[in-house]
Nanobody
Framework: QVQLVESGGGLVQAGGSLRLSCAAS????????MGWYRQAPGKQRELVAV???????NYADSVKGRFTISRDNAKNTVYLQMNSLKPEDTAVYYC?????????WGKGTLVTVSS
């Protein structure tokens, strides 16, 4: 089992920045990709950014150039630096850890961007 705990969400004005953190604990054996997803009210959960254990990253087109995902393997922590935030970035952000046979999710952290 892997436990994921997100932190860093909050209320920010448009154009501002936030940094999300996700601390993983438990058996990390076989965990490769870690990342962030988000779900806005009335919408489906969508990919924001993912990073492999080797540091390869992938971003949703909507956040490219504004968000940066990073990972500290020694601390089992993944970060999401969010800059130039827009009201449409408002959502609950979920941390994800992927293994070949299982996806693990955190409980989410709310990010609200006011216009």
């Amino acid at each position: 089992q892997v436990q994921l705990v997100e932190s860093g969400g909050g209320l920010v004005q448009a154009g501002g920045s936030l940094r999300l953190s996700c601390a993983a604990s438990g058996s990390m054996f076989g965990i490769n990709g870690m990342g962030w997803y988000r779900q806005a009210p009335g919408k489906q959960r969508e990919l924001v950014a993912v990073i492999s254990s080797g540091g390869i990253t992938n971003y949703a087109d909507s956040v490219k150039g504004r968000f940066t995902i990073s990972r500290d393997n020694a601390k089992n922590t993944v970060y999401l630096q969010m800059n130039s935030l827009k009201p449409e970035d408002t959502a609950v952000y979920y941390c994800n850890a992927a293994r070949y046979d299982m996806n693990y999710w955190g409980k989410g952290t709310l990010v609200t961007v006011s216009s």
